[in-house]
């Protein structure tokens, strides 16, 4: 929440720029949210929950990339999963025998789509963090799911088309291929949230100063509400930034199809199927990014009857939204890392 007060008196108030209370912010916050998240997933898996995860599938990336579980919510998500593989499959298969069956791939894709990006994956907690982190509205958070899912879906099928169509590559070195894009895009995510944790530190750091000076805040003064913003969080620049972190690992589930439709000799059907797939997964990314526009409005105005502290609360939960995503791409990288993912090409 953007806390402003009279003109008059912005023009009195000289705002700190001290490095080291900036860091020091910027460094709680990231211990906060990584105990957080660590305390969370000890939770969730000691609980069974979520099942341990288990060898990779073939062409798969990410946690997305799993074996089947046997337990668990993962395990519901992965067999309705397989239902879904097979449904895509049969209709590569119906348009091989007969020539027709197009938009039933399609459709099958479509909703395939919208079920699979409720799994891990598909840059849903880089979107919500950025949403919570900046100023970002309901048409920014549909924006950006739709870019996103689009750019996996390009992602996916330059690597299928360049490696396996151009260079007729193996299985093998499509999937190193794409877990080294995963790699990248996890170090993006991970360069996004410094970007924005660094913006909205000195952020918090120049509204504690103002508070701790006596002045009351005025929601109506625009003046001072540009002078605290200094971070450029809503910058079409990191806008962009947003959607290469969240969409440039490719969306496994249209790796498979596209290595299918690849061997049956359908590659063009295997690429309307991703772009299918693609709308789907938007859907189910941007109601989650609606959903967190909504949930920020609901947090602000009870942060506003909070008198002075309300504004500093607030403050702190953009703060942490902005060290969620520094956090979650320090993680999932050193997942990959850490997991012997980073391979050359064989």
Not at 10 to 28: F, I, N, Q, Y
Not at 29 to 45: D, E, N, P, R, S
Not at 279 to 308: D, H, N, Y
Request: charged share 10%.
């Amino acid at each position: 929440m953007s806390v402003v007060i009279h003109e008059v008196q912005t023009r009195s108030v000289s705002l700190p720029r001290s490095l080291l209370a900036r860091l020091a912010v910027a460094g709680m916050a990231t211990a906060v949210v990584g105990l957080g998240l660590a305390v969370l997933g000890y939770l969730v898996f000691a609980t069974g929950l979520v099942a341990a995860p288990a060898p990779r599938n073939p062409f798969a990336t990410g946690s997305a990339g799993f074996a089947m579980a046997t337990s668990g919510i993962g395990g519901i998500i992965l067999t309705i999963q397989a239902h879904f593989y097979a449904a895509l499959t049969a209709a590569v298969q119906a348009l091989k025998a007969d020539g027709v069956g197009l938009m039933s791939l399609a459709t099958v894709g479509f909703l395939y789509g919208i079920f699979h990006a409720a799994g891990p994956g598909h840059g849903k907690g880089v979107i919500s963090g950025y949403i919570i982190a900046s100023k970002g509205s309901i048409s920014h958070g549909l924006a950006l799911s739709l870019a996103a899912a689009l750019l996996q879906a390009v992602v996916a099928i330059t690597v299928v088309g360049v490696f396996a169509v151009v260079l007729e590559a193996t299985a093998a070195t499509i999937n190193a291929a794409a877990r080294n894009i995963e790699l990248l895009s996890f170090a993006a995510v991970a360069a996004l949230g410094a970007i924005l944790l660094w913006a909205k530190a000195g952020e918090f750091v120049r509204l504690a100063a103002v508070i701790r000076s006596g002045m009351i805040p005025n929601d109506d003064d625009a003046t001072f509400q540009s002078a605290l913003r200094q971070g450029g969080v809503g910058s079409w620049r990191v806008f962009a930034g947003v959607v290469l972190a969240a969409g440039i690992r490719p969306c496994s589930g249209a790796i498979i199809l596209l290595v299918f439709s690849l061997s049956q000799g359908l590659f063009a059907a295997g690429v309307v199927g991703a772009l299918a797939m693609a709308i789907g997964t938007s859907i189910t990314t941007g109601t989650l990014a609606s959903l967190t526009v909504f949930a920020k409005a609901m947090v602000k105005r009870l942060a506003s009857g909070g008198g002075m502290a309300g504004p500093i609360a607030f403050a702190g939960f953009e703060l942490l939204a902005a060290a969620f995503v520094l956090v979650l791409g320090m993680m999932l990288f050193a997942g990959i890392w850490a997991g012997g993912m980073l391979s050359a090409l064989d």
